[in-house]
């Protein structure tokens, strides 16, 4: 701020009536040298000695039930009215995980890194999904531990990994996780159904009906079942495992059995 050979910078540098930061911009950018914008913040507050600012703390509170489903609503309106406006895919796949909404979740990591294949943002909720599959994969492992020792398992942890695979097109394991809940709890209509659907997507039809069926069993009116075998029944000539006929085959438990009272895990 000393005085030039350039009489205009040195009226405009010089002049106490303009702020510091003023000057130093004004006098960069007349002689070409400005300096950069940290620089000139850093300087500014050590002549004037501002304390620095305190950053806000980051709220990591866990969103309710209802803020997730607001938010996820509101990133799909955003997602089809700017299909290219990256934040709502991110917003949408981060609300779909915490969901549990694995397929949206995949398909807004898509449209996503279609836009920026290198997401920070993305790459964070990616790196989430690893540690939810992994930890529900520790539970289910823990779960059985516990059960073969006379302990408690709880079903939504098998459901929960069984949708996590199924989203990723990994059947096979799957099945394996639903076997397992059919095993510990018969009379379990999604742990049929969801099986039935893992076998109806690796072409498996027998098996596909076989589960669907078992699954009216406990809920006779069961739409997703019926129109699954009607659908097999009419078109469905893929089962890999035999070359029997698709017919509808009868189920393990006879209706009206003592053993036919179920639940559901899941609200309809």
Known sequence: LRPTSDAKVTLT????????KT???VQGVL??????KTSIIRVVKRIFKEPEKKKQPVDNKPKTYAELVAALKAARKAAVEDPA????????????LALGLYDEMLEAIRAAEFINPKSADITAVKEGFAAKRKQ???????SLKDIG????????VFLELGDIHMATGDYGSAIKVYDQLVKMMPHTVEAY??????????????????DYQQALVYDPGYQEALQAIERINNGG??????????????PIVKPGSSQTHSYRLRPQ
């Open 23 to 25: 000057r130093l911009n």
């Open 31 to 36: 002689v070409d040298t400005k300096p950069l």
């Open 85 to 96: 406006n990256i934040d709502s895919h991110v917003s949408r796949a981060q609300a779909s």
């Open 237 to 250: 000539e893929n089962d890999s495992t035999t070359g029997a006929s698709n017919a509808v085959t009868e």
């Open 13 to 20: 540098t010089c002049n106490p009536k303009y702020s510091a």
């Open 149 to 156: 020792a006379g302990g408690n398992m709880d079903p939504m």
């Open 193 to 210: 159904c969801y099986r039935a659907a893992a076998h109806d997507l690796l072409g498996q039809d027998k098996l596909a009906i076989a």
């Open 136 to 142: 529900l994969q520790d539970k289910v492992d823990a």
